[in-house]
């Protein structure tokens, strides 16, 4: 057997970022080459945020950055210095639902619930924009996010279903 | 028939979960003083280890061990539920490259990275097997050269057909060899008014779940408990207990939701990997795979299938002779099953009276395949629909009336002494080429393709299910069954809400904790819904009959005197109690619960094997780019043959899942190695579909005749779909372009090709 005595892991030198997490101010020390997706799960606990390919390829892992969708995999927590992040948990208010959660529900567009939280951040920033998007225009838009169990279909229905309750002004 | 619960798309309480991030998944989980874990990976296809030095990793910052081969040895340091030849880490030699060879254990995920590139592995490299026409070859290397006593599963035993081999065969790369077969084939082709013959090859694939493997597993004082990314739990203990010598109460293994599965997640995986780090660290330790690593742990069987079928002048199969290979890579898993299924699935559900199957399942020096979606169907229904389409285009008559004149009818047996077909399978059929033929456009390169399968699914039917009555009325279901994606945790909510007349929203549903949900065989061959839902609706009748009998002590009269009601009982005086205050008055004060038992096993109603046929029934219309060969699916139509459907739209999205897994292996999706590794061993390269994708029209269609065995006349669903989808895509680019495809997937390249060859 290999085992080493086990000694402080001196890794290389951090660097300090303040970040704004679902509205919240925290201030972190963390090493450069810490990856956003790492800081949100392991550093803050915020495990609604997954990570698939790490290749910047599937989508899951999405988070907005300023309002910006980014692949939280290959993000480096220290770009999101002075920033405000939003990740799944920061969607609903903790008593109703978002429109698009409730959608998404509704129109059975997950089955496992992985690929979920990276549609739902992808589709509020299609949602968040000025314009009320046509189908064409999400499919567009979600074409680099995969989902394996789904077939897509329920998830295209309910970022359209979503859309239409928030052109009628159901919700903020 | 008067359901009140089941039957309606009721929302999903777990999706509810899921959109909020608060659902938990393995990949989410950490146990206290947790250390992580990365592997040492071969860099080679088959060579022999000769020495490991692991010094300059260990002195790596943070890193706590290095284990090896050696370090285990006094273990049984193998599994394999079938064929226990997969060794935790390599022993002696490596058999393919991204072969365990060494874990290295530190305090944080990047310290084990880091050590891992610090270890090095000296080999001498050996002659490799890249495919089975080198495997099989004569004077082959040997990926194996000692052969393993089987485990003697004894739903393997049954689900197949293996002679007991008596003398000891010389040892070759040939992990497992089914035949099957009745009547005299030669004699039947010899009459043949048209005999048929092609060669189909079924690509190498990938399952992705999106949440690769991963394992949190912690050793101590004897113990073991693992939170891994299982389908099977309990077959997980079983293989763990065995390597440790442990009974199988002191190993715990549970699954929490998956991030997809669709087979990919059955059977041990990364759970032994995590385990003898902790069982050598003393530490809680976690592993969590790339999905690089994910796709050299587990891929699909590729095949090579030989079809040759005899027919009379009208179409009418008189003879069908299947010679299958398929490249099982350098373990066995659960490879030998697939191929017995693939024996089972490829003649399809029709009359055929002079059947002669032989399937071969092979090592090599590739990665590990076993289960996938559909488990064997796919694979052998590609080569079966495809030659019956080309026999119709021989015979002048349709794709339809080919089907039509061979379809079973219900009831008929396709395998001889088997339950008989619990399907109307020619009116899924109709289903089928109506709503295709509705929207069939007038353009050209466009083509129509449809396909059958029946799968002998359900797998061995050993379930069992609890209920737990609380005192306020409301009611915990536990099940071994694991969800992963497919909506057991809602499904088994409604059947038990159903049963007992409560309100779905007062139930809750627990699975898959081997110490504390009861035991289930497997999550896996669609068979949930019936085996456990039959065994749910027995624990239910349990917990209501022992209810009785405590209302008929408190009402002081004869059990028999006690009614049901929904979710409460009455006395015979018309005192009515519900269940809640049945429990309190009985124990006494607010305290207690009463607990219902169903257990479920090869007897009665299951004991016909298999519990049920799973068919698939679909169709695809495709238009064709003549210049860039690029097929886009105008059409996808497809049946669930589900008896009832407990949640129909759940039942949509399972048809629509698998079938648009399928659309990815017929169009898209191919693992393809070149020299000792893959190409496109990442998401990148190994494309599947995206929403761009999505075929122009879709038809879900649910065929509910309650011709099954499981509760309210279901049957499973969830790999119907995907088996027949391969060959219904052949079909219909053939029929674009004139031309029919020998192999899958149908890339733009391919298509141009096949269009461009002369
Ligand atoms: S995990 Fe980030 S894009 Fe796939
Ligand atoms: S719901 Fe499973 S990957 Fe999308």
């Known amino acids: 057997m290999s085992e080493s005595a086990s000694e402080p892991v001196q890794g290389p030198p951090r660097v300090p970022v303040t970040v704004e997490v679902n509205g919240v101010s925290v201030d972190r020390q963390v090493e450069p080459r810490s990856l956003l997706a790492d800081f949100l799960r392991e550093d803050l606990g915020l495990t609604g945020t997954k990570v698939s390919c790490e290749l910047q390829v599937c989508g899951v892992c999405t988070v907005l950055v300023d309002g910006r969708p980014v692949s939280s995999c290959t993000f480096l927590t220290a770009d999101a210095d002075g920033a405000a992040v939003t990740t799944v948990e920061g969607l609903s208010d903790g008593q109703t639902l978002h429109p698009l959660q409730e959608s998404f529900v509704d129109h059975f567009a997950l089955q496992c619930g992985f690929c979920t939280p990276g549609f739902l951040m992808m589709s509020k920033a299609l949602l968040d924009g000025d314009d009320v998007p046509d189908r064409a225009a999400i499919v567009e838009h979600l074409e680099g996010n995969i989902c394996r169990c789904t077939g897509y279909q329920p998830i295209v229905e309910a970022v359209e279903h979503a859309a239409e309750r928030l052109r009628g002004g159901a919700h903020g | ?758």
């Open chain 2, 1 to 758: 028939m008067g359901e009140n619960v089941v039957g309606r798309s009721v929302r999903r309480p777990d999706l509810v979960e899921k959109v909020t991030g608060a659902a938990q998944y393995c990949v989410d989980v950490t146990m206290p003083g947790m250390a992580h874990a990365k592997v040492v990976r071969s860099d080679r296809a088959h060579a022999r280890i000769t020495g490991i030095d692991v010094a300059e990793a260990l002195a790596g910052p943070g890193v706590v061990a290095v284990v090896t081969a050696d370090d285990i040895a006094s273990l049984h340091a193998r599994f394999g539920h079938i064929i226990a030849d997969h060794w935790i880490l390599a022993t002696g030699k490596v058999r393919y490259y991204g072969e365990p060879v060494a874990v290295v254990v530190a305090e944080t995920v990047a310290a084990a990275a880091d050590a891992v590139e610090l270890v090095r592995v000296s080999y001498e490299d050996l002659p490799a097997v890249m495919d089975v026409d080198a495997a099989l070859a004569d004077g082959a290397p040997l990926v194996h050269e000692q052969s393993y006593e089987a485990t003697g599963d004894e739903s393997f035993k049954n689900l197949s057909h293996v002679d007991e081999e008596t003398a000891e065969p010389a040892l070759t790369n040939l992990a497992h060899e089914v035949t099957l077969g009745w009547g005299d084939v030669d004699a039947a082709f010899a009459e043949s008014a048209a005999v048929v013959e092609n060669t189909v090859h079924f690509p190498m694939l990938y399952a992705y779940a999106m949440e690769p493997y991963n394992a949190v597993a912690s050793y101590h004082e004897g113990a073991l408990s693992v939170v891994s990314t299982a389908q099977h739990p309990y077959m997980v203990r079983d293989d763990l207990a065995r390597v440790f010598g442990l009974p199988l109460a002191r190993v715990r293994v549970t699954s929490p939701y998956l991030g997809g599965g669709y087979g990919s997640k059955s059977y041990t995986k990364v759970e032994p990997l995590a385990s003898v780090a902790s069982w050598v660290t003393g530490r809680p330790v976690k592993l969590t795979l790339s999905v690089e690593e994910a796709i050299y742990t587990t891929r699909v069987d590729s095949a090579r299938i030989h079809v040759k079928s005899g027919f009379a002048a009208d179409g009418t199969i008189l003879a069908r002779d299947f010679d299958i290979v398929m490249d099982s890579g350098a373990y066995a898993d659960n490879s030998p099953l697939v191929m017995a299924k693939a024996v089972n699935r490829c003649f399809g559900p029709y009359r055929v009276p002079n059947l002669r199957v032989r399937g071969r399942s092979v090592y090599t020096n590739t990665a590990p395949a076993s289960s996938y979606r559909g488990f064997g169907a796919p694979q052998g229904n590609l080569a079966g629909e495809t030659n019956l389409d080309r026999a119709a285009e021989r015979l002048g008559i349709s794709g339809a009336d080919i089907r039509r004149r061979n379809l079973v009818r219900k009831g008929e047996e396709i395998l001889p002494g088997k339950r008989g077909i619990d399907a109307d399978i020619p009116a899924d059929l109709e289903m089928v080429v109506e709503s295709l033929e509705r929207d069939r456009k007038d353009v050209p390169y466009y083509g129509i393709g449809f396909g059958c399968s029946a799968s002998d699914a359900g797998a061995y039917p050993i379930s069992t299910a609890q209920v737990r009555i609380q005192i306020d009325g409301s009611v915990l279901v536990l099940s071994g069954s694991t969800e992963m994606g497919q909506g057991s945790r809602s499904l088994l909510a409604q059947v038990a809400a159903e049963e007992l007349g409560v309100d779905l929203s007062v139930v809750t549903v627990v699975q898959s904790d081997t110490s504390v949900t009861p035991y289930e065989r497997t999550t896996g061959a669609s068979r949930t819904t019936t085996l456990v839902g039959l065994a749910l609706q027995r624990a239910c009748a349990d917990a209501r009959a022992r209810l009785r009998d405590m209302a008929a002590e408190l009402f002081e009269c004869a059990p028999g005197e006690v009614r049901d009601l929904p979710g409460a009982v009455a006395g015979p005086d018309g005192r009515e109690l519900s269940f809640g205050a049945v429990v309190r008055q009985w124990f006494g004060g607010s305290a207690g619960e009463v607990t219902g038992v169903g257990l479920l096993r090869r007897d009665g109603a299951t004991q016909k094997m298999p519990p049920f046929w799973e068919v698939g029934m679909v169709g695809v219309a495709v238009e064709i780019d003549p210049e860039t060969g690029v097929v886009a699916v105008d059409q996808l139509v497809t049946v669930a043959d589900v008896g009832f459907a407990i949640n129909p739209r759940a039942v949509e999205g399972q048809d629509l899942g698998a079938a648009t897994q399928g659309l990815g292996g017929a169009l898209y999706e191919e693992l393809v190695y070149d020299g000792a590794q893959l190409a496109n061993a990442n998401v990148v390269d190994y494309r599947v579909p995206r929403m761009k994708d999505l075929p122009r029209k879709i038809d879900l269609m649910i065929a509910e005749r309650r011709d099954g065995v499981g509760p309210y006349g279901a049957k499973g669903a969830g790999e119907g779909t995907l088996n027949p989808i391969g060959g219904a895509v052949a079909a219909a680019v053939a029929r674009a372009v004139g031309r029919w495809p020998d192999r899958l997937p149908l890339t733009p390249e391919r298509v141009w090709r096949l269009m461009s060859s002369d």
